[in-house]
DNA sequence: CCAAATATATCGGATGCCGATGTATTGTCA
DNA sequence: TGACAATACATCGGCATCCGATATATTTGG
């Protein structure tokens, strides 16, 4: 029975798929640039986003193609870096905007708790 | 060493919190009430609220009396139905807008993948 | 009178999370 | 040139979380 909820899972499912949306990403800059974009608020670690990386791959979400790095030092003899390029699929489009609004219904019932006050403080 | 990070349950905390910070409610009442405010986005469950909610006790972030409800058809004799209100404390509305700012930060980051179309809907 | 709703609560199996670990290549700097 | 940091991919397993199932009791509505 699928359909299954993994909480967590989620939100970063909602952030992977965002950033991907933008552009093709492989996965240590897709680390990268998470970290970046949330001033480190958000810290995914490989153990987290590669097992994520390839589920969303299996539920065609993302599509990957492989890149080999060859360095000019190393020279032709080297077995060269690999870096797998993930991109968004048509798939994958639709799975973010559905998230994008249900993350909006939460954002909104939060608001309807807390209406930002006029006079709110910004940070401490 | 405390401070272990519990995935799911801070969204929840924040959204209980934010109700109880409202009015004062038992239990059965913070899962109705939850469900009406999200229009059955959020739906809580006993198994998954009382053991929040002792945990919350624990921590001194809410506080609770019992009541107990005697139904007039019952009369005297009856034992009456048994009702945990629970109300925030200082810590608790403290920890509140801790949980609000942490989530606006989040927020703000999502926000900053997908910067809301001038052309959006409000929804209604 | 009985079923449904109200009301609180626990428990344990399934699952998710993520730190630790492994392997390999490239960049850098003394 | 050697070695250490950074880049880059990946898996695994232990512990914590999650939440459905279950238990118990009272009240309300038809």
């Given at each position: 029975m699928p359909g299954k909820?993994?909480?967590q899972r989620e939100s970063l499912e909602l952030v992977?798929?965002?950033v991907l949306a933008e552009?093709?990403?492989y996965g240590y800059s897709i680390i990268k640039r998470v970290a970046a974009r949330s001033e480190d608020a958000i810290r995914l670690t490989a153990g987290v986003l590669y097992p994520l990386l390839h589920e969303l791959e299996a539920d065609r979400l993302i599509a990957s193609t492989w890149e080999?790095?060859?360095s000019?030092?190393?020279g032709e003899a080297?077995?060269?870096r690999k870096r797998?390029?993930?991109h968004l699929t048509a798939k994958g489009r639709r799975r973010l905007s559905q998230r994008i609004t249900a993350h909006r219904a939460f954002q909104s019932m939060i608001e309807a708790f807390?209406?930002?006050r006029a006079d709110e403080e910004t940070a401490t």
């Open positions: 909820v993994k909480p992977i798929l965002g552009e093709p990403l080999t790095v060859r000019e030092r190393a080297s077995a060269g797998k390029w993930y807390f209406p930002p």
